[in-house]
């Protein structure tokens, strides 16, 4: 903002001299014109090369830049004297009326300079005056306008930058918030994904081991390498394509007993984003890990085809068949690996089977579809910044999630910018009416045919700034009829006061509205394109134009002043106008880029980190005890003949299956992860009973991972029975098991203290053992400084 600014203030005042300074030569007699020429030309060089410094950002020294700045002024304000009479002295303070006016964007960060070049264009002006008229004194007016003008030009600037500032912050936080919810999606989605695998891996694995002896092992040791390297892999952002046919062509089909043959019709290549299509290969793999386990068949069919939008992938086999919906929401194997995978990615998965009719699993991904549209409609919102974006962002085209980001922060700058040039443009128009245009309209009221026309007009225009300022200031848009009727308004006061002044008056001192009317109408108008504003004052300056020829044609020299009261008044609210719309469509889109693209950079870096950290938060708390187990399978080193192997495995098997219960959405995460631990050791033959007393509370999750370890513990050694209790009390709970321990004491304790998790949750735990029984009781007392009571 702060370079548009600068470019502004530049062209304005450079545009300004050089046509005001050619009427001013129009002005001069012939004697007089090789003096103003010598004026004249310096003064447009020296814009000259302010404008090329510009294009040359550093090329040249602020002195130098601040010196030439200041020769303008000096160079004009020489004019006065070489001119001379009313035409020069209205030259003269129209010009450096406008240059004190775009120092203050010129020099926009450094106040001090800018005001040092308007109180230098006052001097100048009190010497041109005394120069052009000996023994007069000056003329203290224009010094105040100067002074006016350059503290509302300045007051707008600081209004602009304010809500930009404000744009910057809400969009800070907003790009803030929504990293944080970018970065809690993506560790869910990363947490779910490490789960299905866990799953998939080592859970399965330890599950087999831990449930008997009478089985051929060979396949055990390549399986638990795999394992941990599915386990040790680091997650990392799904970019890219991968061809669909070409991972399903590597699916595998099992060892020995286990292999399930699978015939397949791919009909590829199937080129897809590498997320959906590695959910689809892990969910496949998974189905027929599935096959192997429980259809009761060795070979399945796996078909893939490219669907309209997407890709289709199916397998079925015709085994014995299931019931989908008799399947326990705690059983991962299809909700997590299969399913919730897919849902994950954006695709969809479906099973369908009935009990001796075999099972069919397809998934589906169909977002190249969705993909098109949103960014088709990204491109029609923003298609009237097209060619600006375009030319900001090199040509490459954003992705939808970016291009949503960058639509937002486009419209929240846009917003801010807008509410800040309204707010300023309605103060200059109020200030300006009531200090300079009141004082001309008090001191002129003999001049004016008739004189309450000019009064009413003045009370009209008057309203007009309050009603629409009430509008602004409640943060409210101006509604389409109240701005219809404002604008006709403004219009019928500026025909009323160019109709009722006497000839020859017109932009002159008693013309208190021409120079008003423009910002009236522009803060009406700010939000519209340009063009409406441009034929506003068109229309403005038809009705002028047309009450001074009615009166008489006017004289070359007439016409030479009304010109340049016409580019001091007109034009400058037209560049006003125009600088608006350049921040409103060039800098606003510019600015949402740079943020968008910022806040993208920013999460990737976040999730980038979380994912390290998560990862390796999730391999420490497996190091304990399941890494080991892996390893010592893998090579040789655990024997899955031993009992107490076996006895590790089931242990560790119940702590995941506990884990993967954890962020179920029940009404009870205590008893839901309990019973994930109890249907493991039913799974091996174990009878449990389950005993629930008291009302159930909220218990933080690091609080029941360690009530519920030792129970796991104990399950997972137990080959016979056991009996679990919950029971809760107003300020605590405590979770219990009996059970028959094959294992010593020590072994049984040292389990329970390696699970692999440091937590501070302060969980009492109580262990007895008699005889062959074990009974352990894990506590936990809700602190007093809580102020909340389970219930």
Known sequence: MILTLERYGVWLRSSVVCLCGALGVVLATAAEIPLAMSLLVPAVLACGVRLYALRRPGLFPLALLWTLDAAVVVLTGLFQPVLGGESGDVMVEAVVGICVVAFQYEWATRPMAAFGLAALGTVVCVLGDLLASPGQSPDVVPLVRMFVQAGLSRAAYLMVRARARAADRSAAARAASRREAAVAAARRATEREYLATLHDTASATLLMVSQGDGRDWSWLPPRAKQDLEALSAMPGFETGSVDLAALLSCVPEGEGPARVRLKTRIDGPLVIPSGPGLAIFNGVREAVTNVARHAGVREAELRAWAAEDGV????????????????????????????????????????????????????????????????????????????????????????????????????????????????????????????????????????????????????????????????????????????????????????????????????????????????????????????????????????????????????????????????????????????????????????????????????????????????????????????????????????????????????????????????????????????????????????VS??????????????????????????????????????????????????????????????????????????????????????VEAGWRRPAAAGIELT
């Open 690 to 775: 389950l005993a629930v007393r008291g009302r159930s509370g909220e218990v933080p999750v690091e609080v029941r991972r360690e009530l519920i370890d030792p129970v796991a513990v104990i399950l997972g050694r137990t080959r016979s029975t056991a009996r679990v209790t919950v029971v809760w009390t107003p300020r605590a709970v405590r979770v219990s098991v009996v059970s028959e321990d094959r294992t010593d004491g020590r072994s049984t304790a040292e389990a329970a203290r390696t699970h692999g998790r440091a937590s501070d949750a302060k969980v009492t735990v109580a262990r007895t053992t008699r005889g062959e029984s074990v009974w």
């Open 312 to 687: 289709v992938v199916e397998l079925s086999d015709g085994g014995r068949g299931f019931d989908p919906q008799s399947v326990p929401a705690r059983r991962r194997g299809i909700s997590g690996s299969i399913i919730g995978r897919m849902h994950t990615v954006g695709g969809s998965a479906t099973v369908t089977s009935r009990p001796g009719t075999g099972t069919r699993v397809q998934w589906g991904w169909h977002g190249l579809a969705r993909a098109s549209q949103a960014v088709d409609e990204a491109d029609e919102a923003d298609e009237a910044n097209e060619a600006n974006e375009a030319q900001a962002t090199g040509g490459v085209p954003r992705p939808p999630r970016v291009q949503a980001q960058h639509s937002a922060a486009v419209r929240l700058i846009r917003g801010q910018l807008l509410y800040g040039a309204q707010l300023a443009v309605l103060l200059i128009s109020l200030v300006w009416q009531f200090t300079v245009s009141m004082r001309r309209l008090m001191v002129h009221q003999d001049v004016y045919r008739p004189a309450w026309a000019q009064t009413s007009a003045f009370v009209c225009l008057a309203a007009v700034g309050v009603i629409g300022g009430a509008y602004l200031l409640r943060g409210r848009q101006i509604p389409p009829r109240v701005r219809g009727w404002s604008l006709g308004a403004v219009l019928a006061v500026s025909g009323v006061c160019a109709f009722t002044l006497p000839p020859g008056q017109s932009t002159g001192p008693a013309d208190w509205a021409f120079g008003v009317v423009g910002w009236h109408a522009l803060f009406l108008l700010a939000d519209l394109p340009v063009r409406v504003y441009a034929a506003f004052l068109g229309a403005h300056m038809g009705l002028n134009a047309t009450a001074v020829f009615l009166s008489g044609a006017p004289t070359a020299a007439e016409a030479a002043v009304l010109g340049i009261s016409t580019i001091s008044a007109c034009g400058f609210q037209f560049s006003v106008g125009a600088l608006v719309t350049r921040l409103l469509h060039g800098t606003a889109p510019a600015a949402g880029t740079a943020a968008a693209r910022e806040e993208e950079l920013r999460t990737r870096e976040r999730i980038h980190e979380d994912m390290q950290r998560d990862h390796k938060e999730r391999y420490r708390a497996l190091t304990a005890t399941t890494v080991p187990l892996l390893v010592g399978l893998g090579h040789g080193v655990l024997s899955p003949h031993d009992e107490e192997v076996r006895l590790r495995c089931g242990v560790e098997a119940t702590r995941m299956r506990r884990l993967f219960a954890e962020g179920d959405a029940v009404s009870d995460p205590l008893l839901n992860e309990l019973r994930a631990c109890v249907e493991v050791a039913e799974h091996q033959g174990v009878t």
